[in-house]
Structures are given as C-alpha cells and as structure tokens.
C-alpha cells in the first residue's frame, strides 16, 4: 500500500464515525498534489445535498482529529466538500444508486472509433458495465477500461 492510500485510508477510519452521527455518506477521501501544495479532501453527501455549514461542521470536527492523530507528514490543507454533480460512480452504491439511469463512460482507448458513450446503466458487477444505448444496442465495458463513468446531464 502506498503512502497515499494509508493516508486516505486512515483518514476514512477517523471520518466515518463523524458522518454516522451527522447521518452523512463519505463519497470519496483522496491525497493528492495540486501545484506543489499536498490536500487531502473528504467528498460527502446526503439525501437532499450537502451545504456548506454541514462541510464546515464536518471539517472543524475532523480537524481537532487530524491535529491529535498527526499521521501525515508535511504539511497539507483539509478539505470536506460535496461532490458535485458531475461526481464520478467509484463504489457499489453508487452503481446501485445510478441502475436505470442515463450515464457517461470515457475510455481509454477508442472503441469502434469512439470514446465516449451514453447509455442506460442495465447491469454492473465488481469487473464490469453494462448499458443500453440510445439505438438499444447492449455495450459492455470493462472497468478497467473506462477513464471516467459519471450521470449524464442533459442540458
């Protein structure tokens, strides 16, 4: 495991307990470099949206903890933010959340010259997704090959 995912990790542990009492849903923990400056952000939700006085309520909570525990070295900012609409299908809930409705998947590489479908989530499984498209041709992919799966938005 690298030191990036014991961070995110370590930092699932300690949150969760705060976002059962609150009755909030952890999205999302991730550590990442931005121009030289480490963050290590939460993604919450919560049926009917999160606000920003339920993300500063979080963050002051989990800051008191990440002082006390001081398992990241150097020095980093803490983030709790929703995340967003455009958020990206990561965990077995959000497939659950998402069957039936219309999504977006990016590859990686070009499939029959393509690399952005839209469709219809019709099934999933720990490996792989499938959807029905607008013509109602099946497409399965697996995830490995998706670059991004998100809800689709019609505008």
Partial sequence: MTQREIYEQKTEELILPILEELQFELVDVEYVKEGGTWYLRAYIDKEGGITVNDCEDVSRRMNELLDEKDYIEGSYVFEVSSPGLG??????????????????IRTYRAIEHEKEFYG???AYDSDSVTITKD??????FAKSDMALIRLAFDF
């Fill in 120 to 122: 219809v989530l019709t």
């Fill in 87 to 104: 958020r990206p299908l990561k965990k077995e809930k959000d497939y659950a959340r998402s069957m039936g409705k219309r999504l977006e």
């Fill in 135 to 140: 013509d109602g041709a099946e497409m399965k």
